[in-house]
Every structure is written in C-alpha cells, then in structure tokens.
C-alpha cells in the first residue's frame, strides 16, 4: 500500500490517479472529505498532528509526503512523520521539496525544507527528493478574472520561467514510488521552456478560443493581491523570484525527461486540459 498526502491537490490528485492505475493499493490523505478514485481509500487526517498518521502509515510500503505551504510557519515538525513512517515500517519516502532550497537557501522556509530533506537523508530509509520550480497551476490564480472579465493580471509580463505541470510532478512521484532505480534519486523539476505570463495569458486565450487581454500589476499591486492569501514574506519571496529569476531558475532542467523518458509537457497543453476553468 502507498500513502500518498496531499492528495487531493495539483499533484496528489493525477498522481493518486496514476498509481490506481499501476494496480497499487492507495491511501489518499487530507484534511477534507474528498471523491478519490475507484478503489483508493481516503483518510481525513492533519500533517500538522503527525502522531495521528500512525495508523495511516502502518504496512504502508511508501509514502509520498507533501508539506501545504504554511506547515512549517504553524510550528509543526514534520521530520516527525517520517519518524512515523520508519516505526510503521514504511520502506520508502519521496519528498516534495522545492527548487528554492538550491536556487535560494535563505529564508525560513527553504531552511526548514532543506532540514526536512536532510532527516529523510539520515532517517535509513529509502528516499527521493523532487524539487520543482514554480507550477503550471498557480496561473488559476487568474482564473476569475478571466472568466469575469477576460483578463489577466500579473506582474512582471515579460519575464518568464520554466513552470512545470504539475501532472509531471505526479508522474515523476509515481516513477520514484515504484521503481528502485530512483532511489537516493534528487530531481530538479521545470517545464520544457520559459514562458511568460503575457505568454500564459496567449495560451489560455488559445485554449478559450476568445480573446484575452494581459494587464501588467506593479509588484506593489501584486504584492497586496497575494497578501491577501499567503504571508506577505512569502509574497515578497514568490515576487523576488518571478521579477527577478536567477539563472538557475532559468535553466530548463533534463530531469523530467531523464525519469520519464519523454519531454515535460508545455503549458499550452496543461491550459487546454484546465480550460474549464477559465470559462
Ligand atoms: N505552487 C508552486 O509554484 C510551487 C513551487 C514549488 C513547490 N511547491 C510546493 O508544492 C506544494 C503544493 O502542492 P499542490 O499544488 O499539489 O498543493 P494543493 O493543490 O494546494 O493541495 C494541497 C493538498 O494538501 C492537503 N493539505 C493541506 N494542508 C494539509 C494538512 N495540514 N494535513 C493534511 N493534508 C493537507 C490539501 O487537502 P486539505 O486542504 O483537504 O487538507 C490538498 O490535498 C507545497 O508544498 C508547495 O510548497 C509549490
């Protein structure tokens, strides 16, 4: 059986898909009540209280852990659950890190997750990291106003990095779960290309079929929208990198294509799949 967390997010979702389909035994874990499919099991439990995971864990094989965005400022520790993981005689951990922790090591929550990939390291059990850059999926940020208004806000218009899908996320998690070649495995996740916003804005218009127009945010406009809904230091931080990528975020990465043997998928192709809701 795999426990697979987060699962009915951007990633959880397709890779929960992904490993019914293999004909594994599944554990879907979240906070919520969620449809999961045909024969995965779902279980309400809370990262934040590892110690609730022990039962959710015993006689699990592997564990896909992925921490949501604000797990480290509420407190939490969780290099606990893969302590719980090892009691409950899990073989196997992948860890959702993120690029930051290479590409940007300061800052409180790259500390704490690159802390985090280093226990896994230590724990004896088998591992892999995936560090993805920035998601396919934060363009539905965009997507009221496009069905509103037919129009995309953001910042910094011009300047664009490698987002990835985070299908591909999920395939790669599901190649690093099943297959012992990936074991000690760190991949460094990006899509095929470096995109703009004003070009995500031309890829959903294509996939609508109508015209969308882009409005440029200062970073002060975008800075309030988002405070709105993350910690403002994490605002300033996603804003630093999307104004201002390093080079290393902007290096189009070969992992994808080295784990799946096929190319990551363009955006073009994640906004086609998602046009529903831009409608
Ligand atoms: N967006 C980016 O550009 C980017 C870039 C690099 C890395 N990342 C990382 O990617 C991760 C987000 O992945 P995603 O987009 O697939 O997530 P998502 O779509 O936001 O979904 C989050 C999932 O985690 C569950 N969850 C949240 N808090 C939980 C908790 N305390 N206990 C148990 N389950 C919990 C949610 O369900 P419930 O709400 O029902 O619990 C949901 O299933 C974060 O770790 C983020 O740091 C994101």
């Known amino acids: 059986m795999i426990v697979v967390t987060g699962a009915t997010g951007n990633i959880g979702r397709p890779?929960?898909?992904?490993?019914?389909?293999?004909?594994?035994?599944?554990?879907?874990?979240?906070?919520?009540?969620?449809?999961?499919?045909?024969?995965?099991?779902?279980?309400?439990?809370?990262?934040?209280?590892?110690?609730?995971?022990?039962?959710?864990?015993?006689?699990?094989?592997?564990?896909?852990?992925?921490?949501?965005?604000?797990?480290?400022?509420?407190?939490?520790?969780?290099?606990?659950?893969?302590?719980?993981?090892?009691?409950?005689?899990?073989?196997?951990?992948?860890?959702?890190?993120?690029?930051?922790?290479?590409?940007r090591p300061f800052g409180p929550t790259r500390i704490a997750m690159r802390a985090l990939e280093d226990a896994l390291r230590e724990s004896g059990l088998e591992w892999a990291v995936l560090r993805p850059g920035g998601f396919a999926s934060n363009a539905l940020w965009w997507a009221e106003s496009v069905r509103a208004h037919q129009v995309v806000a953001a910042p910094f218009g011009d300047v664009g990095?490698?987002?990835?899908?985070?299908?591909?996320?999920?395939?790669?998690?599901?190649a690093c779960l099943l297959d012992d070649r990936h074991t000690g495995g760190v991949y460094e996740l990006t899509g095929p290309e470096v995109i703009t916003p004003r070009g995500q804005a031309e890829a959903i218009a294509s996939?609508?079929?109508?015209?969308?127009?882009?409005?440029?945010?200062?970073?002060?406009?975008?800075?309030?929208?988002?405070?709105?809904?993350?910690?403002?230091?994490?605002?300033?931080?996603?804003?630093?990198?999307?104004?201002?990528?390093?080079?290393?975020?902007?290096?189009?990465?070969?992992?994808?294509?080295?784990?799946?043997?096929?190319?990551?998928?363009?955006f073009a192709d994640w906004a086609a799949r998602n046009v529903a809701a831009f409608r």
């Open 15 to 103: 890779l929960t898909q992904a490993l019914a389909e293999a004909g594994e035994q599944v554990t879907a874990v979240s906070r919520h009540a969620a449809a999961v499919p045909d024969g995965v099991r779902h279980v309400v439990a809370d990262l934040a209280r590892p110690a609730g995971l022990k039962p959710v864990l015993e006689g699990a094989k592997a564990l896909f852990l992925l921490l949501s965005g604000d797990l480290h400022a509420a407190g939490a520790n969780p290099a606990e659950i893969i302590g719980e993981a090892a009691v409950g005689g899990v073989r196997r951990v992948v860890l959702l890190s993120t690029q930051g922790v290479a590409t």
């Open 207 to 266: 996939a609508l079929g109508t015209p969308v127009r882009f409005h440029e945010l200062t970073r002060d406009e975008a800075r309030a929208a988002m405070a709105r809904s993350m910690p403002a230091e994490l605002a300033d931080d996603t804003l630093d990198i999307l104004g201002s990528p390093s080079p290393a975020e902007l290096r189009v990465s070969p992992d994808v294509q080295r784990v799946l043997g096929r190319a990551p998928r363009p």
């Open 161 to 174: 990095v490698p987002i990835i899908d985070p299908a591909d996320i999920a395939a790669v998690a599901a």
